[in-house]
């Protein structure tokens, strides 16, 4: 079975971050090249403090370093999301998920609970490379295979925006005691 870091999350005991790990991430997800110091000074806390919290939340998970690439600017402008059913039986299932776990332009992958029951994501540099080497070989080892190609995003992912959210539900009640 696939994993990714969301199933994870229910089996670990969770951090609990409180209302300053919510603004350091905050910040960090503004400008992923802040420094301690200015982070310290922003936030009026000592820069041992961040460092601290920082290091905690690494240790917990909570926090990865990670390159983000823009593939579009290197040439692979194809993103695909990939919807797929199996029920052709164990055989097909382990092949399935050899072939997800073994195709580099497969990004992400999940099992679901729902219409599809993965959810794949793939990259690649044009439409027929697309269809023959990654859509074409899936097809036999599939039962529904369903593929929507993105145009254009309307809303990418957005941690600063969620950060807050939760720091004003998780904390905005203790401020007006």
Do not use: C
């Amino acid at each position: 079975m696939l994993s990714n870091d969301m199933s994870r999350a229910i089996r670990e005991p969770p951090f609990v971050p409180d209302e300053l790990d919510l603004m350091i991430l905050e910040h960090m997800s503004s400008d992923a090249n802040v420094q301690f110091k200015q982070l310290a000074e922003s936030l009026k806390v000592d820069q041992r403090t961040i460092a601290k919290r920082v290091n905690k939340m690494k240790e917990n998970g909570v926090l990865k370093n990670k390159v983000e690439i823009n593939w579009s600017r290197m040439g692979v402008g194809i993103a695909a999301y990939v919807g797929a059913e199996t029920g052709l039986g164990e055989n097909d299932l382990a092949k399935l998920h050899d072939f997800i776990r073994k195709e580099p332009r497969v990004i992400e992958a999940y099992s679901t609970i729902g219409s599809q029951e993965y959810f794949i994501k793939v990259l690649e540099t044009d439409l027929q490379s697309l269809r023959e080497e990654v859509l074409m070989p899936l097809e036999p080892i599939t039962s529904k295979l369903t593929s929507s190609i993105i145009s254009s995003p309307v809303k990418q992912q957005n941690d600063v925006s969620l950060l807050r959210f939760l720091r004003q539900r998780w904390f905005s009640h203790k401020k007006s005691k």
